[in-house]
């Protein structure tokens, strides 16, 4: 089945503590997203990456770092940095990133919270 | 700029009655338009897009979405809905090519019996 794997499911944060959020996807896509999302604010992008080893800050960056070294992952860290880590982190996909009717397909969901 | 508006936060609804949600947005091109549905600690699911053509465009489980350029608006429309339909639903706007989407902050849907 193709599609996107986020990983784990819920994750615990401590006080100055780095954590990293897995993303994978076997859906051949370029381009790949990450998202915060808190209630009633809908989804915010904090980055996103249209290629191999190439990625680009979204609207919420600070705090947060990614790496895009294979085209199936996009790992994204919580540094200690983020102060209100506690959210839930959706990563997405795409095609590609200049192609028309580009369409975005979600994984499940990571709930990070602070201990 | 570009921004999605959904002025409902939360609707509900009997179960077997017909429903409209709503979806304003700006853009200044001609937009992409989709509308999401996301189950409690899931992901979000695509219900149906709008790329051009014909302004009524039907998406999985029933639903059908209209665009009016004249509003600038997508509002999603269900004949009869069911139980299983409560949920949280976003509407977004995306370019022709490339770079961001644009979310609205949803619409929480309850249902009742």
Same mark, same amino acid.
């Given at each position: 089945d193709g599609g996107i794997t986020q990983s784990p499911k819920y994750l615990f944060r401590k006080e100055g503590q780095n954590v990293t959020l897995s993303c994978e996807q +076997?859906? +051949?896509?370029?381009a790949m997203y990450w998202y915060r999302q808190d209630p009633g604010q809908g989804l915010r992008l904090i980055y996103y990456s249209q290629i191999v080893n190439d990625f680009q800050k979204g609207d919420i960056a600070e705090g947060y770092s990614v790496s895009r070294e294979k085209k199936e992952s996009f790992p994204l860290t919580v540094t200690?940095?983020?102060? +209100?880590?506690?959210a839930f982190y959706l990563c997405a996909s795409s095609m590609g990133f200049a192609l028309a009717k580009n369409i975005q397909y979600f994984g499940a969901g990571t709930r990070l919270s602070v201990l | 700029a570009q921004s999605v508006t959904q002025p409902d936060i939360h609707i509900t609804v009997s179960e077997g009655a017909s429903l409209e949600l709503r979806c304003n947005y700006s853009y200044g091109a001609t937009p992409y338009l989709f509308w999401y549905v996301q189950s409690p600690g899931q992901g979000l699911q695509l219900l149906l897009k709008y790329?051009?053509?014909?302004?009524l465009v039907q998406g999985i489980k029933g639903f059908e979405a209209e665009f009016k350029r004249s509003q600038s608006s997508f509002n999603l429309r269900k004949p009869s809905v069911h139980w299983s339909d409560a949920a949280e639903y976003f509407c977004a706007v995306g370019p022709y090519t490339g770079n961001q989407f644009y979310f609205g902050t949803g619409t929480s849907l309850t249902v009742i019996p």
């Open positions: +076997n859906l +051949n896509h370029d200690s940095a983020q102060k +209100n880590p506690t | 790329f051009s053509g014909d302004t």
